[in-house]
């Protein structure tokens, strides 16, 4: 889909387009009151089950999703241009996380723990549970970097093998560093 194109003579925001898009239940209103038990559906880019979570006046500024995995499943890789902040709602797994021509790197979450991916770094999740689904939330910022690149932001758009980002010295001279810096 052309983002762009489909903004242009919409009311929706290219993030609103993008959601729907995706072919998942969007969850709207004030307050969601037991992330566990609400709807999820096959997530085909993803590979496991997700939702959307739209709150009353946070939609142009942050996102949200529910994921569930199902016993012994696991998600698609997947990289992102916008940040994530994941928590996990029930049951145990893992996640892999790793750049181009890099080592792997996995760590283990269990209900309650709290991880953020790296920026446009590969990772995939993992329920290592037989018996029982794993969900987690994640949190984004995808709206409004959905709205200004007017792109989904997703590995197929994604900055292939770019790592280096800029950040600003307070000179007025932005500097670079390595994402892999800061997981390596």
């Given at each position: 889909?052309?983002?762009?194109?489909?903004?242009?003579?919409?009311?929706?925001?290219?993030?609103?387009l993008w959601?729907?898009?995706?072919g998942?239940?969007?969850?709207?209103?004030?307050?969601?009151?037991?992330?566990?038990?609400?709807?999820?559906?096959?997530?085909?880019?993803?590979?496991?089950?997700?939702?959307?979570?739209?709150?009353v006046?946070?939609?142009?500024?942050?996102?949200?999703?529910v994921?569930?995995?199902?016993?012994?499943?696991?998600?698609?890789?997947?990289?992102?241009?916008?940040e994530?902040?994941?928590y996990?709602?029930?049951?145990?797994?893992?996640t892999?996380v790793?750049?181009?021509?890099?080592?792997?790197?996995?760590?283990?979450?269990?209900?309650?723990?709290?991880?953020?991916?790296?920026?446009n770094?590969?990772?995939?999740?993992?329920?290592?549970?037989?018996?029982?689904t794993?969900?987690?939330?994640?949190?984004?910022?995808?709206?409004?970097?959905?709205?200004?690149?007017?792109?989904?932001?997703?590995?197929?758009?994604?900055?292939a093998?770019?790592e280096?980002?800029?950040?600003?010295?307070?000179?007025?001279?932005?500097t670079?560093?390595?994402?892999?810096?800061?997981?390596?």
């Open positions: 889909m052309d983002l762009a194109k489909a903004a242009a003579y919409s009311d929706k925001t290219p993030y609103d959601q729907e898009a995706e998942i239940p969007i969850v709207r209103g004030h307050c969601v009151e037991d992330l566990v038990s609400i709807p999820v559906a096959s997530w085909k880019r993803t590979g496991i089950l997700g939702s959307f979570i739209n709150l006046g946070s939609g142009r500024s942050c996102g949200a999703y994921c569930e995995i199902p016993p012994g499943s696991q998600s698609q890789p997947q990289r992102y241009l916008f994530q902040l994941i996990v709602l029930k049951g145990r797994g893992a892999t790793w750049n181009e021509g890099r080592k792997k790197q996995t760590f283990e979450w269990q209900e309650g723990s709290l991880f953020s991916p790296p920026l770094a590969w990772h995939q999740h993992f329920n290592v549970q037989g018996d029982d794993a969900r987690y939330v994640a949190l984004t910022d995808a709206p409004p970097m959905i709205f200004h690149s007017r792109t989904d932001l997703t590995a197929k758009t994604g900055i093998g770019r280096e980002r800029s950040r600003p010295t307070g000179l007025g001279n932005p670079s560093f390595l994402a892999s810096e800061t997981f390596s």
